[in-house]
């Protein structure tokens, strides 16, 4: 059981500056104020209430005391530095920000990608993914994106961060979007970021696989309050030291590699910053 700090510390140090103040160690606990950071309302309550997508395994499947998944791990290391237990609720994207938005949740992992307009309605963490729009095959004659010729394609791609079929294969023969690719028709390929293809996948199967070269690069963070950013920011300080220590590439073994059965790549190390750079606000 961690110990826990009784800091007044902690407070003088959110008054002096807008840094995060550090955990000392993986064993102590740091009391904060309840009234000035979300990090000490959580405590206060006893509980980290989290939001997951729906079916989004291997990044998360379940509920409650069912959660499994990388970002329910992900969502425990915050958990257990502020000594709580902590509640997983699923939902779409929608639901999940309408959540966070009404104070139901503290923390959300929707499959919504870090852009310089994301920010401005909600704050984000570093990126614990980098996703890569890329093709899923389900036709061993795709390979790349050229072999979309004449292929029935089912896309799911964000309006400002997405690159759709019809640009880069305007040959295929048809292509049907959707949110949700779970509503796809029987098709020969998708086209998605990979963070939404993997839940399309089943471990040691050859078809389908992730083809053809990486089409963009996209952050993905966990999602707060507008207003609850210096929350956002110990969350982000949480995730560096679960990729610093090995957890997160632990647990890329448990949950990823045996969908992709790529070994375990070295944890992104995009800032926040720099990963909603990528999509700026149109001028």
């Known amino acids: 059981m961690p110990r826990r700090l009784s800091l007044g510390l902690a407070a003088l140090i959110l008054a002096a500056s807008a840094c995060v103040p550090p955990v000392p160690d993986n064993d102590e606990v740091v009391d904060f104020d309840p009234v000035l950071t979300g990090m000490g309302r959580v405590q206060e309550e006893g509980v980290l209430r989290i939001g997951i997508p729906k079916d989004a395994g291997p990044f998360a499947t379940g509920s409650g005391d069912e959660a499994q998944g990388f970002t329910v791990e992900l969502?425990?290391?915050v958990a257990d530095s502020l000594g709580v237990d902590v509640d997983f609720r699923s939902g779409t994207d929608e639901e999940l920000g309408a959540l966070v938005d009404s104070g139901a949740i503290d923390l959300a992992f929707p499959l919504r990608p870090i852009t310089e307009q994301a920010i401005t309605k909600n704050a984000f963490t570093d990126p614990y993914w980098i996703s890569r729009e890329r093709v899923l095959s389900f036709d061993g004659g795709v390979e790349e994106v050229a072999d979309l010729a004449g292929k029935?394609?089912?896309q799911s791609i964000d309006d400002i961060t997405g690159i759709p079929?019809?640009?880069?294969?305007?040959d295929a023969s048809e292509v049907t979007e959707v949110a949700d690719l779970a509503g796809c028709p029987e098709v020969d390929?998708?086209?998605?970021?990979?963070?939404?293809?993997?839940?399309?996948?089943e471990p040691g199967e050859s078809l389908p696989a992730l083809v053809g070269e990486e089409i963009n690069a996209v952050g993905y963070g966990a999602m707060t309050a507008l207003e609850d950013k210096l929350f956002a920011d110990y969350v982000s300080t949480q995730f560096s030291e679960a990729k610093a220590e090995g957890r997160w590439s632990a647990w890329f073994g448990d949950f990823i590699s045996p969908v992709t059965g790529e070994a375990p790549p070295d944890p992104p190390g995009m800032h926040l910053e720099e990963a909603a750079a990528l999509y700026p606000l149109d001028e």
Not at 165 to 170: A, D, H, M
Not at 189 to 201: E, G, H, N, S, W
Request: hydrophobic content about 50%; proline content about 8%.
């Open 189 to 201: 390929a998708m086209v998605a970021p990979d963070i939404r293809l993997l839940a399309q996948m």
């Open 75 to 77: 969502g425990k290391e």
């Open 152 to 154: 029935r394609v089912c």
């Open 165 to 170: 079929v019809e640009r880069l294969q305007p």
